[in-house]
């Protein structure tokens, strides 16, 4: 039987600015099981990184978490002091952030970086350590581990920098690794190699992974469940086929529609989504796609639940609502559309 690890409900996470209280993540719920990948997608600021920020407990002021609910394994992770945190974060959940080069310091060396982590999560002497951190590249495929061991974060490339991204988040053997963007910063190359990764660190260790991206080729590549964030809020979920081959919000058709699709021979116009994200300081009432939404009505200035479609597929869209469907069956064709359709 699959085990529930972490559930996040109705989660709501505030930044103060002059302007106004950003409302970052709004009534966020999601889940994931052991040993599976839940992709995160959506546009810049639709708030997946704060949702990550706040599993790993990580919101600092300006920013709070104002209500809800996120329970890791049993343990309910919103009320937990820092010391506690400290045993649950790196040793539990870890953490693989965008850009490597800003996340290793310049004047340590790897070897540092590694062994350090290493000493003081798992309480290791030096020489087993470097041991271990030795054993940690040869997992992540970086060749002469020992010497490389030696060398500083500039000696690296980007790719191998975020290899010794993975192997740190690895060297506690958390249960989920949390990877923010992984792939940004890499050419497509370098970019299959560490998903490749992931994929293998993943079913060796019954690791649940949550991947956060913009990147539907990625999810598709990847992960077996998707989150669609925008605005702040989950607006569809459900398995990469229903998501992809099934979807049921208009947002995530839009970015299906603006992926370029690989049909040998057939040249196809990429469809961008018009207009631009809500201002989370003053979010629109009602559906906060709404105002980019080809099929906005008078009833989307409410806010629609989330509608379930199938067992775990939720859309949070009025047109899945059935009283919906039934009026927008009952209207009449608009004129010349029986000989429009032969076009």
Known sequence: MTRRLLTVEDLNVSFETRDGENQAVRGVSLHIDQGE??????????????????????????????????????TDLAGLEEKDWRRIRGNRIAMVFQDPMTSLNPVKTIGDHLTEVIRRHRGLGKAEARQEA???????GITEP????????HEFSGGMRQRVMIAMALSCQPELLIADEPTTALDVTIQAQILDLLKQLKDQSNLSVVLIT???????????????????MVMEEGTVEEIFYRPKHPYTQGLLRSVPQRKSGYRERLVPIEGS??????????????????????????????FEIGPGHRAMCWLNDESVKEELAARPEPQGGAANEGR
């Not at 030795?134 to 992540?140: F, G, I, W, Y």
């Not at 913009?214 to 702040?232: I, K």
């Not at 994200?277 to 009505?297: N, Q, S, T, Y």
């Open 146 to 153: 020992e010497r490389r061991l030696r060398q500083y974060p």
């Open 277 to 306: 994200p809500p201002d989370l300081i003053d979010p629109p009432a009602g559906c906060p796609f709404r105002e980019r939404c080809p099929h906005a009505m008078a009833k989307c200035a409410q806010l629609p639940p989330r």
């Open 134 to 140: 030795v054993r940690l590249l040869r997992e992540v």
């Open 37 to 74: 990948t839940l992709g995160i997608v959506g546009e810049s600021g639709s708030g997946k990184s704060v949702t990550a920020k706040s599993i790993m407990g990580l919101i600092a002021p300006p920013g709070r978490m104002k209500s809800g609910r996120i329970e890791f394994a049993g």
């Open 214 to 232: 913009h990147d539907l080729g990625v999810v598709a590549q990847v992960c077996s469940r998707v989150a669609v964030m925008y605005g702040g």
